[in-house]
């Protein structure tokens, strides 16, 4: 079965510091691949996806993903972060036999310090 | 558009109880899922809709949960009993069906249910 793993479960990190989110799926074949943001009491949001073309996405608010198929990964970075960032972050694959199915990581919580 | 759309977005009741979770999709979207979020078990998936047929109920924890969808804008969860281990948040989320097997299809979550069970 097609698991997502996200390493890190806690991340605190202070303002203007690099981030890097990791994200590893188990699939070979072809995948759609997305991260999600969950801000404190609110529901999950897109933050970038990626489904072909170039390897390196831009998705909102600075945060961009690098999708490497030979390390079956897709970290999420962003250069500088600030304290509205702190939020939990979420990893999810679907692979093409999953229907619309996707498969979430465990999450990854971010605390950004002012 | 409005997004999708759950009701009630808070609910507190007591063990034993019946409780229905009500879930309206974003329009023309085919495919719904019902999610369980709690602190320890994270995002679980329970139940996946296409065309408002179930096609992966394999996350459903128990027989005490049910879910409907019985047209193309409206879905329930039901839990009955409920019972305190219940207590999470639960989502839904829509998605539009792909012209193609395996095209690009993102989840749009609603704003969820907190249900708390005492």
């Known amino acids: 079965a097609q698991s997502v793993s996200q390493h890190n479960h806690h991340v605190i990190l202070s303002e203007a510091a690099s981030l890097e989110l990791g994200c590893n799926y188990s699939y070979g074949g072809t995948v759609n691949l997305f991260w999600y943001v969950q801000y404190p009491g609110q529901h999950l949001q897109l933050l970038l996806k990626y489904f072909s073309g170039d390897p390196l996405v831009k998705g909102i608010k600075g945060f961009e993903a690098e999708f490497i198929k030979s390390k079956f990964s897709f970290n999420l970075r962003k250069p500088s972060v600030q304290w509205s960032d702190t939020a939990e972050y979420f990893c999810a694959v679907k692979h093409n036999n999953a229907g619309n199915m996707l498969t979430f990581g465990g999450g990854t919580r971010l605390m950004v310090k002012p | 558009d409005a997004g999708v759309i759950q009701s009630p977005r808070h609910e507190v009741t007591e063990m034993g109880q019946e409780v229905t979770l009500r879930c309206k999709p974003i329009?023309?979207?085919?495919?719904l899922f019902w999610y369980r979020q709690t602190m320890m078990r994270g995002l679980e998936l329970l139940i996946y809709f296409n065309n408002n047929v179930p096609i992966d109920d394999s996350g459903m924890p128990e027989d005490r949960f049910s879910a409907k969808m019985p047209n193309a804008s409206f879905s329930t969860l039901k839990i009955q009993p409920s019972e305190p281990r219940d207590s999470a948040v639960y989502f839904c989320?829509?998605?539009?069906?792909?012209?193609?097997?395996?095209?690009?299809?993102?989840?749009?979550f609603g704003p969820g249910t907190r249900l708390t069970v005492t």
């Open positions: 329009s023309g979207h085919n495919s």
């Open positions: 989320a829509s998605s539009p069906t792909a012209g193609t097997p395996g095209g690009p299809s993102e989840q749009y």
